[in-house]
């Protein structure tokens, strides 16, 4: 799921990527294509650590929880 959604965000060039709820244990790095991602929502997951977001210059702190 969590890959079908960034795959939309993609092919729309969405701002806000909500992968909420998607059982993640770490940030897919399919993310860091997205470097006009301004918000991302990772609640409701395992993720343990945050990285892979080093391009992703124009995103704001992402919401976990």
Do not use: F, Y
């Not at 890959?3 to 939309?8: H, T, Y």
């Not at 701002?15 to 918000?39: F, N, Y």
């Amino acid at each position: 799921e969590a890959l079908r959604r960034i795959e939309a965000c993609k092919k729309t060039k969405n701002k806000e990527l909500d992968l909420s709820g998607c059982e993640l244990t770490d940030i897919p790095h399919e993310i860091a294509d997205l470097v006009w991602l301004e918000k991302l929502s990772i609640s409701g997951n395992q993720i343990s650590a945050i990285a892979g977001l080093e391009n992703l210059v124009k995103l704001s702190c992402p919401r976990m929880a």
